[in-house]
């Protein structure tokens, strides 16, 4: 009788991506890393791939390629990059230089050509065609800066979210601006280019909009400098003005460094939404039921809150009972299980920032 066929054979590992500071602050992480994600969940550190790029701060999958993510470079003149495990676990990587500075989220849409990136620190969006591996469209940003004087000095650029295609004409494109306590909505064309698609969505502020999610119509926002979540629905004005409905804080272990960080929507929670959201300080995560809009209970309530297991957890990554936690200043990796909160695993890694599975 023939031998199993080992997995290599028979199908190709998950692999977990672990993106991190390589140099920034104090950043001492290899670059981008590329793990066996069967291995991870066991709490065993086997590496594919170590591929040695400068900041990849935040990490997503590619949506059509195989054991591919896309990246972004955290650095002055930043970039993007597409990173593949090739025959052997051999990296494959090709960049495209981004025009702004301090690219810290990217999202791609669903058929793989355009990579949307926001920069922090230019407060500027740009578009990639990473077919082609050209920049189509770039955006600055523009608003009153905020109250908070040491982070709101500038538009600020710090979350894409891609939303459902406008029929033919390209997609609905939300961007949490820290800086002026603004979302803006923009409309990305199947040519590439980027347009205002109606005026932005006012938060309150001082608030500094980080991270955002859709749910069933409605805008949950991560608000990092009030540690907050805060959700929105349109007025009855065709969606051009929003209003709030709720805000709850993010945290109910409040420290005087905290910081809300990462926003995941979990495993459906029933007829509403079940969201995730890390913060800073208290280096923890929260599990926040949404209720569905017309549900006359409490619109955002927390039901559990977990210790991260590391300090400084910048990023979330949902993996079904578990939840991966990139601990920055912690240097470790962590998987908790989101329902109760025990730890399965610690892998230890330099300043991680993002974190991807595919």
Not at 9 to 30: D, F, K
Not at 33 to 39: C, I, S
Request: with cysteine.
């Amino acid at each position: 009788m023939a031998d199993a066929p080992t997995r290599s054979a028979a199908s190709p590992a998950p692999v977990l991506w672990i993106g991190g500071y390589t140099t920034r602050g104090e950043g001492r992480g290899p670059g981008l890393r590329a793990l066996d994600a069967e291995a991870a969940r066991a709490g065993r550190t086997e590496v594919l791939a170590e591929v040695p790029l400068a900041e990849p701060s935040y990490v997503v999958p590619h949506p059509t390629l195989p054991r591919s993510v896309v990246c972004v470079h955290e650095t002055e003149h930043s970039a993007v990059s597409v990173v593949t495990l090739g025959p052997g676990d051999q990296p494959e990587v090709s960049t495209t230089p981004t025009g702004g500075w301090g690219a810290c989220h990217v999202a791609v849409t669903q058929d793989g050509r355009f990579a949307v990136v926001a920069h922090y620190v230019s407060g500027s969006v740009a578009v990639i065609d990473l077919e082609s591996g050209r920049r189509t469209a770039t955006v600055a940003l523009a608003g009153s800066p905020g109250p908070v004087a040491d982070r709101q000095d500038a538009p600020h650029a710090h979350h894409v979210l891609l939303a459902p295609r406008f029929e033919e004409r390209g997609w609905l494109v939300l961007v949490c601006d820290l800086g002026t306590d603004a979302v803006h909505r923009f409309r990305l064309g199947t040519d590439g280019t980027l347009t205002e698609a109606d005026a932005p969505v006012r938060l309150p502020a001082g608030t500094g909009p980080r991270h955002a999610a859709l749910v069933a119509g409605r805008l949950l926002v991560v608000c990092e400098l009030s540690s907050e979540l805060w959700l929105g629905a349109p007025t009855d004005d065709g969606a051009r003005t929003w209003h709030e409905i709720a805000r709850i804080p993010t945290t109910a272990r409040p420290t005087p460094d905290g910081l809300a960080a990462a926003l995941r929507l979990l495993p459906d929670a029933g007829a509403g939404t079940r969201v995730l959201v890390s913060t800073r300080g208290p280096d923890s995560f929260t599990v926040v039921d949404v209720s569905p809009a017309d549900d006359d209970g409490p619109p955002l309530v927390a039901r559990a809150e977990h210790a991260a297991g590391g300090r400084w957890p910048r990023d979330v990554l949902v993996d079904g009972e578990l939840v991966w936690v990139a601990c920055e200043r912690g240097d470790v990796v962590t998987a908790v299980r989101w329902a109760d909160g025990t730890e399965v695993a610690r892998l230890a890694s330099g300043t991680p920032t993002g974190l991807a599975l595919t």
